[in-house]
T-cell receptor
Framework: GAVVSQHPSWVICKSGTSVKIECRSLDFQATTMFWYRQFPKQSLMLMATSNEGSKATYEQGVEKDKFLINHASLTLSTLTVTSAHPEDSSFYIC??????????????FGPGTRLTVL | GNSVTQMEGPVTLSEEAFLTINCTYTATGYPSLFWYVQYPGEGLQLLLKATKADDKGSNKGFEATYRKETTSFHLEKGSVQVSDSAVYFCALKKGGSEKLVFGKGTKLTVNP
């Protein structure tokens, strides 16, 4: 149990376009989802915390207008990279926080989305 | 601030070799400590965790002990298998928060 999916797994887009990435918890409800960004050979950097039905909380240095997060239901959060530029190219990973699933508080991670902006 | 430092890889071992991946942390208070594993093409999975000093987390033959005096949480396995080839991330979580702080990850390759 506790599976998280992301779609798409990879995307290539032109500079200036917007890209939407979906994160779904498939077999549990997640009131909180997290969005991370990972550069090559770097650790995962938390971008924002997404709570169902409320505005996302962004980490310092993350542009709210560039990375739009929507958490419209208990199983879906979306990250939209607006007006993407080559420097936004990265690996984006989401996680869903499950309260007491499998008897423990933990985050369950999606497989990630590779974004390449040309 | 809170941070995690883990040994840089890649690490290449032969099957049945002993594995150690070092992890040290900087944090105020008493964080919970985690090891996550990412197999090729998959998302991060929780491997083991420890929530207080001297706790030992274990799973699938892997172990790590929460050492407050040395602020360490080193991952060990006595005999690695080819199927253990993956990237391993050390992470911490402060009490009262669900935010995780990750190390950079260590890629392990086990050869038959």
């Amino acid at each position: 149990g506790a599976v998280v999916s992301q779609h798409p797994s990879w995307v290539i887009c032109k500079s200036g376009t917007s890209v939407k990435i979906e994160c779904r918890s498939l077999d549990f409800q997640a009131t909180t989802m997290f969005w991370y960004r990972q550069f090559p050979k770097q650790s995962l950097m938390l971008m924002a915390t997404s709570n169902e039905g409320s505005k996302a909380t962004y980490e310092q240095g993350v542009e709210k207008d560039k990375f739009l997060i929507n958490h419209a239901s208990l199983t879906l959060s979306t990250l939209t990279v607006t007006s993407a530029h080559p420097e936004d190219s990265s690996f984006y990973i989401c996680s869903a926080y499950a309260d007491r699933v499998d008897g423990a508080d933990t985050q369950y991670f999606g497989p990630g989305t590779r974004l390449t902006v040309l | 601030g809170n941070s995690v430092t883990q040994m840089e890889g890649p690490v290449t071992l032969s099957e049945e070799a002993f594995l150690t991946i070092n992890c040290t942390y900087t944090a105020t208070g008493y964080p919970s400590l985690f090891w996550y594993v990412q197999y090729p093409g998959e998302g991060l999975q929780l491997l083991l965790k420890a929530t207080k000093a001297d706790d030992k987390g274990s799973n699938k033959g892997f172990e790590a002990t929460y050492r407050k005096e040395t602020t360490s949480f080193h991952l060990e396995k006595g005999s690695v298998q080819v199927s253990d080839s993956a990237v391993y991330f050390c992470a911490l979580k402060k009490g009262g928060s669900e935010k995780l702080v990750f190390g950079k990850g260590t890629k392990l390759t086990v050869n038959p």
